[in-house]
């Protein structure tokens, strides 16, 4: 036999065929002149990497599939050749070639692009290009099942008609892609319908072109109304209740253990913190037990009767601001405070039990972001305003002096009391602010990070309490727990408060007039509720189980109004505190892909998790001897932390900081790429204005009447602002577009989802 460079001179120089062409002479050289093509054998890969490729072949094959075959791309360049020569082949059946992949994987394909030195383009592209289009399914599908030329090429066809074409240029910011998503998604989703389902697609596709196309919403939407008293309730139950034991079987898991752990901080702490504060604002006429001992019963009567038990009951922000100007409204008038809420409990019964009847819970579905935003932002402020406030107090009733009176027994103007105080706030706030901070950050490995961050609050709390239990020489004033399960004020009230009157008898004509406050605790029970069951109803949560608007308010409004009785507060959904409960329970799926975005499994739809944390929160009115240690200035930092990090995920709050700003360090936003600067300061002008009329209204003596101002921006947004802004501009400033959070990106979290109060 010849060497190799003998019988490559026994070769015929190729032919390019033309079979398309109606010359007598079809074919042509490839090359002008035979030329000696020069040839090397490459030795073997170094010792040296030898481990390195090893070890890269490893990760590399624990991600292809069993049975995979490849195409083996080849593009380079030849100065003997006259133009580009392209030769795409597949093989009967697949060969190994070892010495060619990284992986020992069989090529099935082979793609071979060889042309002249190219000055204004490379070969390589062209390669890119075709091993992208061999990675996507239904055209290797074509490629395998195609008998000719021209059916290549048609699966070619397709797969354009699927692409989006960007021009080859630097893109300064990659959000600008995310407005391109959309229309992938629809062109993906109708390329991989089966093709059974295809020929409904071309009907559904003429009928809106005809504008015929009308879908009726589903009968499992828990918002349709049946336009029957008492149907949306009937339905709830019909919905929810049959699933009853899956619900049980469920939480049989260890991740739902886990998730009791985290949960039951997590609403332990803002138990803590507003009942303290509750307990100054009403002279102890309301404290940690009772919110103790509300939270407990309500929370395991919603757990085994609710319609969604993920929702987490328990106090919050509005609430508290409520009750602060019900206390003040009825000092004023010489009238029972604890007295009065048994009236408004009374009514509210009356009044869920009519929204109910008549399904009012669809209204939820009229409240834009527009209003959620105001109300955020307004409870944001309350909260940051009363912490100082209370501090101010401090440093008034404990002044800065040269010398102290350190005999006195009186509580009064003790030394270096108003310094710690100011210190153990600062410090509790910093400390829970920046490890909610690092469980976003990349330090530390991503578990660790989780239970730092998610565990913030309790550390805060536990380590500047610590901190206040090891300076014995200067006083601070302590949490007010009474002995086990007592009231807070046991001189004032009992576990019964009687509605005609505890000390004094209780004025008929208020018996009645406690409807309009009634219908202002209403409007925030409804608002935090409703709103909280929307966020974690949404699609990208896939939660099957379904949700149900009526059961849920029925079932808490109802238990808060029977708990006004006992002289125990009223509850609500928890957003913040919700939706960390479900992401808590959400199960990912492995990726297969590196790099590939994170996806929902499901997530442990169940009764158990709820159930437990609630018997647990109830436990812990027997920690009396530990909740006296913690002073009130910790949970002043606390207050201050919810108020600050309130403020995420508001856009009114984003809008307001870029007024400050010049327009080329605006972000990429749809609400501000797609309207005008001066136009979107004005749309944020004026929800500034209503966040002024409902702080005066606060700060005024009609500040129970704050319900009823903020309910009026829902007709503000949907009747006025149409005239003066299109609807494209109202689509970008007033979207529901915050993106459902589930694995720890830095600089996001559950907070940015949420445009609720704490």
Known sequence: HPDESAS??????????????????????????????????????????QPRRHGFKKPLLEKILPDSEATLVLVGSAALLDRPTL???????????????????????????????PYYTTYHE??????????????????????????????????????????????????????????????????????????????????????????????????????????????????????????????????????????????LSPAITFGGLLGEKTVNMMGVSELLVSTAIQGVLFCLLGAQPLLVVGFSGPLLVFEEAFYKFCSDLGMEYIVGRVWIGFWLIILVVLVVAFEGSFLVCYISRYTQEIFSFLISLIFIFETFKKLIKIFEDHPLKLEYNTSSTSTKEQPNTA??????????????????????????????????????????????????????????????????????????????????????EFPIWMMFAAALPAI??????????????????????????????????????GMGGIAALFGMPWLSATTVRTVTHANALTVMAKSTVPGEKARVQEVKEQRLTGLLVSILVGISILMEPILKMIPLAVLFGIFLYMGVTSLNGIQLYDRILLML??????????????????????????????????????????????????????????????????????????????????????????????????
């Open 8 to 49: 490559l001179g026994t070769l015929s120089p190729g032919r390019l065929q033309q079979t398309d062409s109606k010359d007598a002479e079809t074919t042509q050289p490839l090359l002008q002149e035979q030329l000696s093509i020069e040839m090397k054998t490459l030795p073997p890969s170094s010792e040296q990497e």
């Open 87 to 117: 030769a795409f082949v597949r093989l009967k059946d697949a060969v190994p070639m070892d010495s060619v992949l990284e992986v020992s994987v069989p090529v099935r394909f082979l793609f071979v692009v060889l042309g002249p030195d």
């Open 126 to 267: 062209i390669g890119r290009a075709v091993a992208t289009i061999m990675s996507e399914r239904v055209f290797r599908h074509d490629c395998y099942l195609a008998e000719e030329r021209q059916e290549l090429v048609k699966g070619l066809e397709e797969f354009l008609d699927c692409c989006i074409v960007v021009p080859p240029c630097e893109i300064a910011n990659e959000q600008l892609f995310k407005t391109l998503l959309p229309i992938q998604k629809d062109l993906l989703r109708k390329r991989y319908l089966p093709p059974e389902k295809k020929p409904e697609l071309i009907k559904e596709l003429e009928q809106q072109l005809q504008g015929e196309a009308h879908p009726p919403k589903g009968d499992d939407d828990p918002l349709r109304r049946t336009r029957k008293p008492f149907g949306g309730l009937v339905n709830d139950i019909k919905r929810r209740y049959p699933k009853y034991l899956s619900d049980i079987k469920d939480a049989l898991n260890t991740q739902c253990l886990a998730a009791v752990i985290f949960i039951y901080f997590a609403a």
């Open 419 to 504: 310094l710690l105080s100011l210190v153990l706030m600062a410090g509790t706030f910093f400390i829970a602010f920046f490890l909610r901070k690092l469980k976003n950050s990349s330090f530390f490995p991503g578990k660790l990070r989780r239970v730092i961050g998610d565990f913030g609050v309790p550390i805060s709390i536990f380590i500047m309490s610590l901190a206040d239990f090891f300076i014995k020489d200067t006083y601070t004033q302590k949490l007010e727990v009474p002995d086990g399960i007592k009231v807070s004020n046991e001189t004032a009230r009992g576990w019964f408060i009687n509605p005609l009157g505890e000390r004094m």
């Open 520 to 557: 202002l605790v209403f409007i925030l029970i409804f608002l935090e509720t409703q709103i909280t069951t929307l966020i974690v109803s949404k699609p990208e949560r896939k939660l099957v189980k379904g949700s149900g608007f009526h059961l849920d308010l029925l079932l808490i409004v």
């Open 661 to 758: 700003k010049p327009p080329k360090y605006h972000p990429e936003e749809p609400y501000v790429r797609k309207v005008k600067t001066w136009r979107m300061h004005i749309f944020t002008l004026t929800q500034i204005l209503c966040l002024g009329v409902l702080w005066g209204v606060k700060s005024s003596p009609a500040s129970l009447s704050l319900a009823f101002i903020l309910i009026l921006t829902v007709p503000l947004r949907r009747f006025l602002l149409p005239r003066f802004f299109s609807d494209l501009e109202l689509k970008c400033l007033d979207a529901d577009d915050a993106e459902v959070t589930f694995d720890e990106s830095e600089g996001c979290d559950v907070y940015d989802e949420v445009q609720m109060p704490i």
